[in-house]
């Protein structure tokens, strides 16, 4: 897990340099900064969703995935977690929650973080594809914070939980992982990375969270594709 180690002191490293020059950042230099992420957000989550081969069972996972995330009201209860720790650390910050969850799913959503974290679970070595991934990490983080704030500081606990999560599942039941069910997981990543642009460019404010489900859908139904040969 030393690289998603390192992606997590990156995601601190690049934030804390974030929050000590936000105010050397002007709003207008914000704004046109989350335009050019939130596009390329959008020609991210489309180039990794071009490499679908299975639509019908992609829709299933991600209809699926939404009703279940609305279901445990998991976009609730992640902001719940942004409120607890902005209450914790008495934060002023009212952007606290936005930053978290933005943050998350730009660090996490990527095809590089699902395929350097299965790679780190399969060969138990460091994976240079999240060494990579945490430079570009840094750099983000320093912008994000300092025009989000420190709700983007705290994201790097999600970030570990969740690259973390994947690399210690894969090292315990994931030693033969065929590389289609990768590859529709990665699809399913780029749609949500989708919905996220969107929402950086402020278009309609789409629930991502509730469609994180949807990844867990899509590797089991990929799975059992596989497994029984239909």
């Known amino acids: 897990m030393i690289g998603t180690l390192v992606n997590t002191g990156a995601v601190i490293a690049g934030s804390t340099i974030g929050l000590v020059f936000k105010k050397a950042l002007p709003e207008k230099y914000q704004t046109i900064y989350f335009q050019a992420v939130g596009l390329f957000t959008l020609l991210l989550g489309v180039r990794m969703s071009l490499s679908i081969s299975t639509e019908l069972l992609v829709v299933l996972s991600l209809v699926l995935g939404g009703i279940m995330g609305v279901a445990i009201r998991l976009d609730e209860r992640v902001d719940q977690l942004g409120f607890w720790i902005k209450a914790k650390t008495n934060s002023q910050n009212d952007k606290f929650t936005d930053g978290l969850t933005t943050a998350f799913l730009l660090f996490c959503m990527g095809a590089m973080t699902i395929t350097g974290a299965i790679q780190e679970g399969l060969s138990g070595e460091t994976s240079n594809l999240l060494l990579t991934k945490s430079i570009m990490d840094f750099f983000s983080a320093i ?88």
């Open 143 to 230: 912008m994000l914070a300092s025009a989000l704030g420190v709700g983007v500081l705290f994201s790097a606990i999600l970030v570990l939980a969740f690259q973390g999560g994947i690399t210690l599942l894969v090292s315990i039941v994931g030693k033969d992982i065929p590389e289609e069910v990768i590859n529709e997981i990665i699809v399913v990543a780029g749609i949500i990375l989708i919905g996220l642009g969107i929402n950086l460019l402020e278009i309609k404010k789409l629930k991502i969270i509730n469609l994180l489900p949807a990844l867990f859908f899509i590797g089991i139904f990929i799975w059992i594709k596989i497994r029984f040969n239909y």
